[in-house]
């Protein structure tokens, strides 16, 4: 994959939302010169085909800003939705409502830089050949709406399931699977995977983004015990080449990343 033409955000001091920002504001400044050019041809931008073109430019300088792949769609659709948005004729309680609603839920994002990834069906049937002989435990790091857990506790019903997930719609909808599922091998748990002792698990799962993963490393590294295996969908170790790589074929290629009897440091 080629580097960014600029250093990537998260190498820089001043965080992807910031980044973010003033792509939007350059973004915004590209399509105003863009008017100012076609004035004197009697053109004159529509709002909407203004909020698009500013959300193209503000894609753009995020991709080449090295911003991470999740932070590109917003880029994109932040100002053409923010537009659509003013001018739909709703309640003010109705955008109050989905403020708060999308806020618990990605409330942590901005500060983690890990956006609410959903591991796909297929992903969880390749995980079931790759966990240990039975009994074990297995931790879910970021298990977002518990499908991970809910999926491989019907499976593989000799282990017994955790999840650990910080954003508090995604943990609630979770727990709630499990008690309504009656899963008695599988526990929701609400809080943050750094505050997460790994030594107590046999198998650790993450699906999170490039930005932690150095320093989950270093944490499974120090904490998780001989025999343990780590594994990550999609997001690779840059530092530590993993022991296996499972391909699978769902919508978004996805890749599993497995890495062998570590030993704490």
């Known amino acids: 994959m080629p580097a960014p033409l600029l250093a990537p955000a998260r190498q820089r001091r001043w965080p992807p939302i910031v980044i973010a920002l003033l792509a939007q504001l350059i973004g915004a400044a590209l399509t105003v010169g863009v008017a100012y050019v076609l004035a004197p041809m009697d053109v004159v931008l529509r ?3 203004a909020a698009l073109l500013t959300g193209v430019f503000a894609a753009v300088l995020g991709t080449l800003a090295g911003l991470d792949r999740w932070w590109i769609g917003i880029q994109l659709l932040f100002v053409p939705g923010a537009l659509l948005a003013s001018s739909a004729a709703l309640p003010r309680w109705v955008w109050i409502t989905l403020f708060a609603v999308l806020a618990v839920t990605y409330w942590s994002t901005f500060r983690s830089q890990v956006p609410l990834y959903l591991s796909s069906t297929k992903v969880r049937a390749a995980l079931v050949p790759l ?12 298990s977002g709406l518990g499908g991970v857990l809910t999926d491989l506790s019907t499976q593989r019903v000799d282990g ?20 309504l599922g009656r899963r008695a091998n599988c526990h929701a748990h609400w809080g943050s995977l750094w505050d997460c002792d790994l030594s107590r698990y046999d198998v650790v799962f ?3 983004s490039p930005v932690p993963m150095a320093a989950l490393w270093d944490k499974v590294q120090r904490e998780m015990k001989p025999g343990s295996r780590f594994i990550s969908n999609t997001f690779a170790v840059m530092s530590a080449p993993p022991d296996q790589v499972v391909p699978v074929d769902d919508l978004h290629k996805s890749t599993l990343f497995v890495w062998l009897h570590h030993r704490a440091q």
């Open 206 to 208: 993450a699906y999170l």
């Open 131 to 142: 966990l240990p002989p039975g009994p074990f435990t297995f931790m879910d790091v970021g």
């Open 160 to 179: 017994e399931y955790h999840g650990i997930e910080t954003a508090p719609v995604p943990w609630v909808i979770s727990w709630l699977r499990i008690r």
């Open 47 to 49: 709002p909407i085909v």
